[in-house]
């Protein structure tokens, strides 16, 4: 088929094809007419011969293609992969647009083509204001997708002749509103933005536009009117998971198939504009060289850093012990007279702590007393008289009395229960039970030093494997938060223990208490300095630990 004579390019199809070209990053963009014989309308290309070079090797490919669909073949010029796009425009014309791109950059690059098939004015007649918004929002492709929609929400302004307009979208978590015309945006939580959303969520998903005034419309409307200073707004839906709210200052509202008609040229573009229009490939390839430079140097040191090996630090709560008890203990069957001493009081070895009743014990010494004199003077009186055997049983049944004398002494000395060592009672809080009977071994009371305390440190069973004796660690108490105690860990009990209904394993580190401030009892955190181990094992440990017991590996 042969190339005829080319119709003389209106400026316009000449703007477009450009902006296409430069939204797609591609090699040429070709606008021609098929027929008897193939005409380039417009191109965007490096000149026309290569223009003309393009069409030729297209030309048997779009002659026999349907119009019903568009075309996609790959080329080889200088050895490298070339796709051609040709998308069907008007009745018989034909957008084709040459990129170097394969995979998902080059799905994204269709359909921003067959979005831009749509708008491209056909011919040399004077484009419609729509078909030229539509031409302009497909040349905002390459900025961002905050300066798309917010092209977007200009044009929807212009083409609804209305004084501002907010362009929502329906997500997961509700209505959002990424951009207005005129900027700026409500602040979040405000008096209208909170009207606003009102508004989109009862009907912003209606199949017709709301508007106000009119009856039975929704309150949020008059309060956004009220705010705003118009006379009317609308909410107009503008495709799937889209809506645009706009207000007019004087005069009433278009009717709502002229709002449909004034938007349908643009809505369209929605999804596309939304989304990125470039690969991250293409992304990387479009930033400065010096900025490339800048984001390799800290990808290398970022990963150089996870690599490199840290101090493992396992966080666990932790509570202050005595390292010694002395459990004191009622040393016979009898009654408790008197406590002289409570739990937390700091007492000194030889502190009188309790009072047992005597008076049974002096019974009994006196009873024994009279005994003991009683077999004595019977003794002497035998063996006056010469009876030698009724002296000696005499004389057994004193010593007897004697040595039963001895205990029921040492008795009296224990009814007072004194300290056996300096510290704190920790338990022994017995004045409700002052007159009780006590049994033989029952404890009494508790006393601990407080020169030195161990902090047991109650470790996960997952973090116990990391934390050995001879490890650093760091414990603040919340009794007293604004000093941290350094100690070294000095065992970890092989055997776990279940507290607060999981299962631990306590480590034991001494801390020195000289002053006295550290009492049994005080709860923290600490923190253990293990091992080194490599940052990005440390940071990801736990997640990949809970993902490997979801899937129970």
């Known amino acids: 088929m042969a190339l005829g004579q080319a119709v003389p390019s209106p400026s316009v199809q000449e703007r477009s094809l450009a902006a296409l070209r430069k939204a797609v990053s591609a090699d040429a963009v070709l606008l021609v007419r098929t027929g008897a014989e193939i005409a380039i309308l417009a191109a965007a290309s490096p000149s026309i011969e290569i223009s003309a070079n393009l069409v030729r090797t297209a030309a048997p490919l779009i002659a026999a293609a349907p119009r019903d669909r568009s075309v996609t073949k790959k080329f080889t010029f200088r050895d490298q992969p070339v796709q051609m ?81 907010f362009l929502a979208r329906h997500t997961l978590r509700g209505w959002t509103l990424p951009a207005c015309d005129p900027p700026p945006l ?21 199949s017709a536009p709301a ?35 706009a207000a007019w200052k004087s005069g009433e509202p278009p009717a709502a198939e002229a709002l449909s008609a004034a938007l349908s040229p643009i809505t369209p573009l929605l999804p596309s504009l939304s989304r990125h229009s470039r690969s991250l490939h293409q992304r990387w390839r479009a930033l400065p060289f010096e900025r490339r430079r800048l984001w390799a140097f800290g990808a290398a040191a970022l990963l150089i850093l996870l690599v490199f090996p840290f101090h493992l630090r396992v966080h666990a709560p932790v509570i202050l012990e005595p390292s010694l008890r002395r459990f004191i203990a009622a040393p016979f069957d009898s009654i408790l007279k008197k406590v002289h001493v409570e739990a937390g009081t700091i007492v000194q070895k030889g502190t009188l702590l309790a009072e047992l009743d005597g008076k049974e014990v002096r019974e009994r ?189």
Do not use: Y
């Open 85 to 165: 796009l040709a998308v069907p425009c008007g009745d018989s014309c034909w957008l084709m647009v040459w990129i170097r791109a394969e995979g998902a950059a080059l799905e994204a690059a269709s359909r921003v083509v067959r979005l831009a098939a749509a708008s491209v004015p056909v011919g040399s007649r004077e484009t419609p204001p729509a078909a030229q918004a539509a031409v302009e929002l497909v040349a905002s492709f390459p900025l961002s997708r905050k300066a798309r929609l917010g092209a977007f929400a200009g044009k929807a302004r212009t083409l609804l002749g209305c004084e501002v307009v």
């Open 186 to 206: 409500p602040a979040s939580r405000s008096a209208l933005h909170e009207a606003l959303l009102l508004a989109l969520s009862h009907s912003g998903h209606a």
């Open 211 to 245: 508007f106000f005034p009119s009856p039975g419309a929704h309150p949020a409307l008059e309060e956004i009117c009220r705010t705003i200073e118009c006379a009317s707004c609308a909410v107009v839906p503008a495709g799937e998971g889209w809506a645009l709210l």
């Open 365 to 553: 010494i006196a009873e024994i007393e009279a005994q003991a004199a009683a077999a004595n003077l019977q003794s002497a009186s035998d063996l006056a008289g010469s009876r030698f055997d009724d002296s000696a049983l005499s004389a057994l049944q004193a010593q007897r009395a004697g040595h039963e004398l001895e205990v029921l002494r040492q008795r009296e000395k224990d009814l007072q229960i004194l300290s056996p060592i300096s510290g704190v009672v920790i338990q022994g809080d017995l004045e409700r039970e002052e007159g009780a009977a006590l049994k033989l071994g029952r404890s009494i009371m508790e006393v601990a030093p407080l020169e030195t305390m161990v902090a047991e440190v109650a470790l996960r069973e997952e973090d116990a494997a990391f934390v050995h004796p001879g490890q650093k660690v760091v414990v603040r108490l919340n009794a007293l938060p604004s000093g941290d105690v350094r100690a070294v860990i000095k065992k970890v009990n092989p055997r776990a223990e279940t507290r607060d209904g999981r299962n631990i394993f306590v480590a034991e580190a001494e801390i020195p208490n000289p002053d006295g401030e550290f009492r049994p009892g005080m709860k923290g955190s600490a923190v253990v300095v293990a091992d080194r181990l490599p940052l990005f094992w440390i940071l990801f440990r736990k997640p990949w630990n809970t993902l490997r017991s979801w899937l129970f590996w």
